[in-house]
Structures are given as C-alpha cells and as structure tokens.
C-alpha cells in the first residue's frame, strides 16, 4: 500500500533551521513529484514547495518552470532535495521565525495542476 512517512521537525528557536523528510514506500517513488504543505493552528493548508520527480522534466505553465519551487512565504529561505534511490525528499527550512509554526506534510504530485491552487479548491 503507497505510503508517506514524515520525520524531523520539533521546536526550534526563532532564526534556526530545520530539515524535513519525507520517505516513500509502496510505489515507484522516482515516478512521481513531491509536495510539501503546511497547516498552522487554526489554519488552512497552505502550499509550500513542489519537486518535479526528474531534473530533467519542467513544470511548463504560467508559474511553474523548474525542476523546484517555494511558496512566498518561504521564498529565499528553503531548500529542496531528494534522493530517488532511497525514496527520500527533504525540505530545509532557514531563519524560522512564529510564522513556520504549523503541521507540515508531504504528498505525491499526480496531476499537472498549479500546486499553489490547490488551497482554495
């Protein structure tokens, strides 16, 4: 059965960095990209960062023309990876500050629909 396992996170004080991970099990993992969302305490869920499952493959629409992207706020402060071979994603967060506070989760990308909408749907 396909699964997400996150790990990492914890307090953190403000101006610290955290890493993120997100390991895969029960599907071709380097066949799919990878979301990352957020949610803080009485929030709704909030786009974060987007991986295309290949660096070589582009996301061709209005807002999206990288192998990785950032939602604004974390724009300049995030950092993304993924190792297919251990069916693993990270995401780095830098310069934490309250507004990091939240649930962060990882998803996989099956549709080529603009990430960033999926919020308000």
Not at 41 to 61: A, H, N
Request: net charge neutral; aromatic share 12%.
């Amino acid at each position: 059965q396909p699964r997400l396992q996150e790990a990492g996170g914890g307090l953190r004080a403000p101006g610290d960095s955290v890493i993120l991970s997100c390991r895969g099990s029960g599907f071709t993992f380097r066949n799919y990209g990878i979301l990352w969302y957020r949610q803080a305490p009485g929030g709704s869920l909030e786009w974060v960062s987007v991986i295309s499952f290949d660096p070589t493959i582009f996301f061709f629409d209005d807002h999206y023309s990288s192998q990785i992207q950032f939602g604004s706020a974390v724009q300049g402060r995030a950092t993304a990876s993924r190792d297919n071979s251990r069916s693993v994603a990270s995401l780095s967060l830098h310069l934490l500050h309250a507004g990091d506070r939240a649930l962060y989760f990882c998803a996989v990308r099956t549709e080529t629909q603009n990430p960033a909408e999926v919020e308000h749907k």
